[in-house]
């Protein structure tokens, strides 16, 4: 007898709470941003975390890949860096006569682009079929990657020097964008104690394996989701399109990704169906960083963030 979606999903629910504890037990203060990046792995995305140096971009990636028995990968993103040396090429072997493919870093699982903003735009270019068909393609020929296939990636404000912005193509690519912060008080002492003794990440050991992170993914792709709340995220999507405030709104992409990430938060808070709220929590992390906003005095993705936070509070909820 196959096992229906509540049955799978209350057996799901306690190795996504081991997981999102494995995490939040080494990156302390910050339980939505743990929340969030589950749900990008759950929805078959992919995350960047954006904040200014020091606040923890680094230790949340690589907590959640040292928390999955998956492949890993980190690749620290420098102005001198080919795509290349990111995606590997076709060498000359004399012993055997042939060239033979040497594959690149991003031949794994989980991948860390660090800092990924300090490369060129033809480096981070080279992301862009990987992100999106989960393969590379070189020499005429195509490699598949994953599954699961996760990149999480990091970058500095553009303010700083020695970025560079990332392309359109690029961002849309990403399915939620987060921002870090400060931590509070309390949680900065006890990271302050926690380091006594070295880093606690070191320390962490997988919770969940590739094939059940595949599993998980495979779940969220049944979560339901009633017409009503289709149409709800349908008019959250049209609004950008129409706002005075935005040049240029998202794309079906777009909605298809906001679409996919309600249902893989539902999972995560051990429903079998999507509501109003998790598509309003997420349309901020995974619609702004796709928009292109007029003229503004501040910074473009702040404004971006505040059109669609305006947007999500005008719409009517469905009933």
């Keep these: 007898m196959s096992e229906n979606l509540d049955d799978r ?14 995490v939040a037990g080494v990156f302390l203060g910050k ?21 200014v140096p020091g606040l923890g971009k680094t230790l949340l990636a690589k907590a959640l890949s040292r928390s999955l028995g998956c492949g890993f990968t980190r690749v620290q993103f420098t102005p001198d860096l080919l795509p290349s040396d990111l995606l590997g090429t076709t060498v000359y072997q004399q012993n055997a006569g042939a060239f033979v493919f040497q594959p690149g870093p991003i031949f794994t699982q989980v991948v860390l682009a660090d800092e990924i903003n ?6 981070q270019s080279a992301l862009l079929e990987a992100m999106s068909d989960r393969q590379v393609s070189l020499d005429g020929k195509t490699h598949s990657l994953g599954p699961p296939f996760f990149v999480l990636a990091t970058q500095n404000p553009y303010e700083f020097e020695g970025t560079y912005p990332l392309p359109e193509s690029q961002l849309d690519r990403f399915l939620m964008r987060l921002h870090l912060g400060y931590p509070d008080r309390v949680a900065e002492r006890m990271i302050l104690t926690g380091h006594r003794d070295g880093e606690p990440v070191e320390k962490l050991q997988p919770v969940l394996t590739a094939e059940q992170v595949v599993e998980l993914q495979r779940t969220v792709r049944s979560v339901r989701v009633e017409e009503s709340l289709a149409d709800y995220l349908l008019d959250l999507v049209e609004a950008t399109r129409d706002h005075p405030d935005i040049q240029l709104g998202v794309s079906t992409r777009a909605a298809l990704a906001l679409y996919r990430a309600a249902q893989a938060l539902a999972l995560v808070s051990g429903r079998a169906f999507a509501i109003p ?21 501040g910074s473009s993705g702040e404004a971006a963030e505040q059109a669609v ?9 469905p009933g």
Excluded: M, N, Y
Excluded at 9 to 22: C, D, G, H, V
Excluded at 309 to 317: E, G, K, S, Y
């Design 277 to 297: 709220d998790d598509v309003k929590q997420l349309a901020v992390p995974v619609l702004a960083h796709r928009l292109l906003v007029r003229r503004t005095k």
């Design 118 to 123: 300090r490369a060129t735009p033809r480096t």
């Design 9 to 22: 999903i209350a057996r799901q629910t306690p190795l996504l709470e081991r997981l999102r504890q494995s």
């Design 309 to 317: 936070a305006a947007i999500a509070q005008t719409i009517p909820l």
């Design 31 to 51: 339980a939505e941003a743990v929340k969030f990046a589950l749900v990008t792995l759950l929805a078959e995305g992919h995350l960047l975390i954006e904040d």
